[in-house]
T-cell receptor
Framework: EAQVTQNPRYLITVTGKKLTVTCSQN?????MSWYRQDPGLGLRQIYYSMNVEVTDKGDVPEGYKVSRKEKRNFPLILESPSPNQTSLYFCASSPTGTGSSGVGYTFGSGTRLTIV | SQKIEQNSEALNIQEGKTATLTCNYTNYSPAYLQWYRQDPGRGPVFLLL?????KEKRKERLKVTFDTTLKQSLFHITASQPADSATYLC???????????FGTGTKLQVIP
């Protein structure tokens, strides 16, 4: 089944303890992206990647890091998490970064992250 | 500043009627506009993508229009069903496909 898999689904952790949220897709998509979703603010883009070793900032990149060493994986790293990073996080992928395929993004099921 | 507005936070409609959702934007020149459906606790699901040079796109009971002069997209669900109840998000890609901005969504409730 074609899908984007995120892990973990839920995580409660403490301020300052480094964490990684993994994202993997099995569709050979070039483009991958991370979002956070907060009530009243909607989905906001954190980082995106056009292909292996090519990443760039979205609208809210502060406090986050990403890497794209392999095409299928795009982990989100919080080096020193703070309570304002408590949110619902989504990873998504798409065949290309150009929109020429006419196909939108395939989203993962989400990771609910709580930082206390 | 750039802004995306979806007409209302919630919309109630009778089963069988056509639901019309609105997405307005300012200070964008979007190359693409997308619509997604999101159910509680789930990731958004892609529905339709329309390009800046397209006026209308259809898929089964769904229809999207895109008016770059009015800076508005309309999303229609004809013959609505209770199973269509969900939050619907519009998303704009400007300056390419890479960067995307989502609206906050309209929660649609279809009443039997």
């Amino acid at each position: 089944e074609a899908q984007v898999t995120q892990n973990p689904r839920y995580l409660i952790t403490v301020t300052g303890k480094k964490l990684t949220v993994t994202c993997s897709q099995n569709m050979n998509h070039e483009y991958m992206s991370w979002y956070r979703q907060d009530p009243g603010l909607g989905l906001r883009q954190i980082y995106y990647s056009m292909n292996v070793e090519v990443t760039d900032k979205g609208d809210v990149p502060e406090g986050y890091k990403v890497s794209r060493k392999e095409k299928r994986n795009f982990p989100l790293i919080l080096e020193s998490p703070s309570p304002n990073q408590t949110s619902l996080y989504f990873c998504a992928s798409s065949p290309t970064g150009t929109g020429s395929s006419g196909v939108g993004y395939t989203f993962g099921s989400g990771t609910r992250l709580t930082i206390v | 500043s750039q802004k995306i507005e979806q007409n209302s936070e919630a919309l109630n409609i009778q089963e069988g009627k056509t639901a019309t959702l609105t997405c307005n934007y300012t200070n964008y020149s979007p190359a693409y506009l997308q619509w997604y459906r999101q159910d509680p606790g789930r990731g958004p699901v892609f529905l339709l993508l329309i390009r800046e040079n397209e006026k209308e796109k259809r898929k089964e009971r769904l229809k999207v229009t895109f008016d770059t002069t009015l800076k508005q997209s309309l999303f229609h669900i004809t013959a609505s069903q209770p199973a269509d109840s969900a939050t619907y998000l519009c998303a704009l890609n400007s300056g390419g496909y890479q960067k995307v901005t989502f609206g906050t969504g309209t929660k649609l409730q279809v009443i039997p």
